[in-house]
């Protein structure tokens, strides 16, 4: 059985007369992304000018890539502030305010820990011998964190500017940021998402509102396809195991103004006697998670916020991530693996919202 979301408001502006889909795509951020355009002509140029808005965010704040402006943060001398881009400034903004909320169950600044648990820039939780770190080293790195203060400033003309920062437009002026020593940004829970909307931003300032665009599994739709039926994606399902008792029922997502990001503990991770150490790490605890959920689901306006937030909610476990949930509205789907196999299903009032009635 299919259920379906819809978004609560449709817009009646439908493709013009003669538009067919137009298809873009490539490599970025270590995954790939796509875009399909609805318009009767798109201008040229369009791809590579699409390409420029990912590499622009690669280049600024991707921790891969060590001569990234966050590459630079990261090896900046202890006590020093640091000049940011704007886009940057607004992207490490909104990390650091989901963390605040989360109460850290979320962390831009917890890069050091991700590293050390194999799943960092220098990889090694899948090659052979890779150890774990010990108990007095989870240790270390959480007193390690915890005596870290990161603090942004943000300059006259961006903190006017920042109003709205989620919709991934241009912003003016930018900000600095203090580096007290050894923190490692990682933004790889939110900067896919940002891209989503980096794309978006572009495609409707070249006068095209109707689209869908991915980065990575990471969605953001508007406006409609030429049939006038809206973009229509299924939410991630977790992985059917053989031991699987059942598994959540298909949900249809009408992307219409409207983004989706899934957090999932399937997607990287290693086992070690029998323990699923997952790639989602709670900086908390400076260790994996370990709560039983599968995977989180968010959909939001803007894709940054999905992804920042279904991160969070993952961490947060399903109690205290429901309660942040109906707390801040966020539409989210929790999927809990049960003890025996199987799966249960957890949506959010706001989620429950958007259901529409089930289609066979």
Same mark, same amino acid.
């Given at each position: 059985?299919?259920?379906? *979301?819809?978004?609560?408001?449709?817009?009646?502006?439908?493709?013009?007369?003669?538009?067919?889909?137009?298809?873009?795509?490539?490599?970025?951020?270590?995954?790939?992304?796509?875009?399909?355009?609805?318009?009767?002509?798109?201008?040229?140029?369009?791809?590579?000018?699409?390409?420029?808005?990912?590499?622009?965010?690669?280049?600024?704040?991707?921790?891969?890539?060590?001569?990234?402006?966050? #590459?630079?943060?990261?090896?900046?001398?202890?006590?020093?502030?640091?000049?940011?881009?704007?886009?940057?400034?607004?992207? *490490?903004?909104?990390? $650091?305010?989901?963390?605040?909320?989360?109460?850290?169950?979320?962390?831009?600044?917890?890069?050091?820990?991700?590293?050390?648990?194999?799943?960092?820039?220098?990889?090694?939780?899948?090659?052979?011998?890779?150890?774990?770190?010990? &108990?007095?080293?989870?240790?270390?790195?959480?007193?390690?964190?915890?005596?870290?203060?990161?603090?942004?400033? &943000?300059?006259?003309?961006?903190?006017?500017?920042?109003?709205?920062?989620?919709?991934?437009?241009?912003?003016?002026?930018?900000?600095? &940021?203090?580096?007290?020593?050894?923190?490692?940004?990682?933004?790889?829970?939110?900067?896919?998402?940002?891209?989503?909307?980096?794309?978006?931003?572009? *495609?409707?300032?070249?006068?095209?509102?109707?689209?869908?665009?991915?980065?990575?599994?990471?969605?953001?739709?508007?406006?409609?396809?030429?049939?006038?039926?809206?973009?229509? =994606?299924?939410?991630?399902?977790?992985?059917?195991?053989?031991?699987?008792?059942?598994?959540?029922?298909?949900?249809?997502?009408?992307?219409?103004?409207?983004? =989706?990001?899934?957090?999932?503990?399937?997607?990287?991770?290693?086992?070690? /006697?029998?323990?699923?150490?997952?790639?989602?790490? /709670?900086?908390?605890?400076?260790?994996?998670?370990?709560?039983?959920?599968?995977?989180?689901?968010?959909?939001?306006?803007?894709? $940054?916020?999905?992804?920042?937030?279904?991160?969070?909610?993952?961490?947060?476990?399903?109690?205290?991530? $429901?309660?942040?949930?109906?707390?801040?509205?966020?539409?989210?789907?929790?999927?809990?693996?049960? &003890?025996?196999? #199987?799966?249960?299903?957890?949506?959010?009032?706001? $989620?429950?919202?958007?259901?529409?009635? /089930?289609?066979?």
């Amino acid at each position: 059985m299919r259920r379906i *979301l819809l978004p609560h408001q449709i817009a009646d502006l439908a493709p013009l007369a003669g538009s067919a889909v137009h298809r873009f795509g490539g490599l970025s951020m270590g995954t790939s992304w796509s875009v399909l355009v609805a318009a009767p002509a798109v201008p040229p140029g369009l791809q590579a000018l699409l390409q420029r808005q990912l590499d622009s965010v690669v280049g600024e704040m991707s921790h891969w890539e060590p001569d990234s402006d966050l #590459g630079r943060y990261n090896r900046a001398a202890p006590g020093s502030w640091q000049q940011l881009l704007p886009a940057f400034f607004d992207v *490490l903004s909104f990390a $650091m305010e989901v963390a605040r909320l989360s109460g850290g169950a979320y962390d831009p600044c917890a890069g050091a820990i991700v590293n050390a648990w194999g799943f960092g820039p220098g990889g090694g939780h899948d090659q052979p011998g890779f150890a774990a770190p010990t &108990a007095a080293r989870v240790a270390e790195l959480r007193a390690q964190r915890a005596g870290q203060q990161v603090l942004l400033e &943000a300059g006259q003309a961006q903190a006017a500017a920042q109003r709205g920062m989620q919709d991934g437009g241009p912003r003016a002026g930018g900000g600095r &940021a203090y580096q007290p020593g050894g923190v490692q940004l990682d933004l790889s829970a939110v900067a896919k998402g940002y891209g989503v909307d980096r794309l978006a931003h572009c *495609l409707m300032a070249q006068g095209l509102p109707h689209f869908l665009v991915e980065v990575g599994g990471e969605l953001r739709g508007a406006g409609m396809k030429p049939d006038g039926q809206p973009w229509w =994606v299924v939410l991630e399902p977790p992985p059917v195991e053989a031991s699987d008792a059942a598994a959540p029922g298909e949900i249809a997502l009408a992307l219409h103004g409207l983004s =989706v990001a899934t957090s999932g503990d399937y997607r990287r991770y290693f086992l070690r /006697d029998g323990t699923r150490y997952a790639h989602t790490i /709670d900086p908390r605890s400076a260790a994996p998670i370990d709560n039983g959920l599968a995977s989180v689901t968010v959909v939001h306006p803007h894709c $940054m916020a999905a992804d920042a937030w279904s991160t969070a909610l993952t961490v947060l476990g399903v109690q205290q991530g $429901m309660a942040l949930a109906e707390r801040q509205g966020l539409a989210a789907r929790f999927v809990l693996r049960g &003890a025996a196999g #199987g799966y249960t299903e957890h949506l959010s009032s706001p $989620m429950r919202a958007m259901l529409d009635d /089930d289609v066979n």
